[in-house]
């Protein structure tokens, strides 16, 4: 139980494009979801929290505008990069807090996404 | 303002040679503190929640305990399988359920 995916895992794109990314719940349905970036050899910095049906609230530097995130079910939140730049390549990663659990959060594998 | 240190960084073990990974942590109002896996490449695995001082849980090989300003994550006559990076992360009584995560201590257990 408790599993959650991604997709795509992997994608390379061209500078000044789109990228949507999927979160899945697979087997629960989640109230929240939280999404994360990860740099190489560094640790997991939340960009933004994801309730289905409102609207997300991102942390302080995380620009709205150009991380849009949507929510629309209790088991499929995404996230799109708007223009997307060099800088924004990373490991983005989801996680999930199941409306039945206690407080643990189950990840997803993580997309890396390359901005060429 | 919640902070999560782990140490030590890095730790290169002999298979079979136990030790503890730390994670020291300055929180408004602990609701809970969660250690994970991540190996290369994906998405972090859960291992352990605690959520009081005194708390002690166990799953193979690992066994985290908590007091109230930190947690020790034990491994017990490890295996090269349980090289990996392990995150500790805790969550404030505030009113949303995110996680504020130490930067880490990658494992690596040589057989």
């Known amino acids: 139980g408790a599993v959650v995916s991604q997709h795509p895992s992997r994608v390379i794109c061209k500078s000044g494009t789109s990228v949507k990314i999927e979160c899945r719940s697979l087997?629960?349905?989640?109230?929240?979801m939280f999404w994360y970036r990860q740099f190489p050899k560094q640790s997991l910095m939340l960009m933004a929290t994801?309730?289905?049906?409102?609207?997300?609230?991102?942390e302080q530097g995380v620009e709205k505008d150009k991380f849009l995130i949507n929510h629309a079910s209790l088991t499929l939140s995404t996230l799109t990069v708007t223009s997307a730049h060099p800088e924004d390549s990373s490991f983005y990663i989801c996680?999930?807090?199941?409306?039945?659990?206690?407080?643990?959060?189950?990840f997803g594998p993580g997309t890396r996404l390359t901005v060429l | 303002e919640d902070q999560v240190t782990q140490s030590p960084e890095a730790l290169r073990l002999q298979e079979g040679e136990s030790s503890s990974l730390n994670c020291s942590y300055t929180?408004?109002?602990?609701?809970?503190l969660f250690w994970y896996r991540q190996d290369p490449g994906k998405g972090p695995e859960f291992l352990f929640t605690?959520?009081?001082a005194g708390e002690e849980k166990e799953k193979e090989r690992l066994k985290a305990t908590l007091t109230k300003k930190e947690s020790f994550l034990h491994i017990t006559a490890p295996k090269p399988e349980d090289s990996a990076t392990y995150l500790c992360?805790?969550?404030?009584?505030?009113?949303?359920?995110?996680?504020?995560f130490g930067t880490g201590t990658l494992l690596a257990v040589q057989p």
């Open positions: 996680s999930a807090n199941p409306l039945a659990g206690e407080y643990e959060q189950f």
């Open positions: 087997d629960f349905q989640a109230t929240t």
């Open positions: 994801s309730n289905e049906g409102s609207k997300a609230t991102y």
């Open positions: 929180v408004s109002g602990l609701r809970g």
């Open positions: 605690l959520y009081s």
């Open positions: 992360a805790v969550q404030d009584g505030g009113a949303t359920n995110k996680l504020i």
